[in-house]
């Protein structure tokens, strides 16, 4: 097995993987968003369009597209950003702590920030969504 086929296989491994943390974050955020204690209804317009959008961004990347790292990158922060906010306007209202929505979104945000690590440090997939040279056919 060549070099250019073990660095394929390593880069569609870390694509699963990335998957399997954007669907769990999306279980949560999806639990987040439809609790009963939150009075937010923008979260769960949010929680629609980032499993919307991340999956169409990762069948991009599946496919190779180079630009599709960058803005898997910036969907996810923007993600972050976004279910912070309305976890601290909640957190914010209530009088009580309301561990149980705080952990749901926690856990979400954790998942997120764990699928940025091997967009951003592994090096097989970023060679496998380079341009593509007239040997890699």
């Known amino acids: 097995m060549s070099h250019a ?3 394929k296989i390593r880069a569609r491994i870390w694509l ?4 399997l943390l954007t669907t769990g974050a999306h279980y949560y955020f999806y639990r987040f968003s ?5 009075t937010y209804p923008i979260a769960q317009g949010i929680t629609f369009g980032c499993v919307l959008w ?8 599946w496919l190779r597209y ?19 906010w309305i976890a601290l ?5 209530s009088m009580n ?9 926690v856990y979400g945000l954790m998942l997120y920030a764990v699928a940025l690590i091997p967009l951003g440090a592994s090096h097989a997939l970023r060679s496998y969504l380079a341009p593509r040279t007239a040997g890699d056919r």
């Open 97 to 105: 702590p309301l561990p149980e929505l705080t952990r749901l979104v």
């Open 5 to 7: 086929s073990r660095r």
């Open 89 to 93: 306007l909640i957190r914010g209202e």
């Open 54 to 61: 991340t999956t169409v961004v990762w069948g991009a990347m």
């Open 16 to 19: 699963c993987v990335i998957l």
């Open 66 to 84: 180079n630009w599709a790292r960058y803005l898997m990158v910036a969907l996810l922060c923007l993600a972050i950003i976004s279910f912070s």
């Open 34 to 38: 439809v609790d009963r204690l939150n």
